[in-house]
Nanobody, 115 residues
């Protein structure tokens, strides 16, 4: 099992930046892919960005050029750097860790983009 704790959400004005953190613990050696998802009110959860153990990244079209996902650092933390934020980026952001036979979710962190 992998435990995930997200942090870094908050209220930011349009055009601003936030950096989300996802701290992983437990069986982190089994993780193949780390993914950030988000879910806005009344909408389905959607993939935002992912990074595989080999470093390959994938981004939703809506965030390409604005968001950057990092690989694990020495503190077993994955970041999502979010720049040029828009009101439509408002959502609860979730961290997901996937291994061959399991996946784990964090509790989510709220991001609100509003003036």
């Amino acid at each position: 099992q992998v435990q995930l704790v997200e942090s870094g959400g908050g209220l930011v004005q349009p055009g601003g930046s936030l950096r989300l953190s996802c701290a992983a613990s437990g069986s982190i050696f089994s993780i193949n892919v780390m993914t950030w998802y988000r879910q806005a009110p009344g909408k389905q959860r959607e993939l935002v960005a992912s990074i595989a153990t080999g470093g390959r990244t994938n981004y939703a079209d809506s965030v390409k050029g604005r968001f950057t996902i990092s690989s694990f650092n020495a503190q077993n933390t994955v970041y999502l750097q979010m720049n040029s934020l828009k009101p439509e980026d408002t959502a609860v952001y979730y961290c997901n860790a996937r291994s061959l036979d399991n996946e784990n979710w964090g509790q989510g962190t709220q991001v609100t983009v509003s003036s």
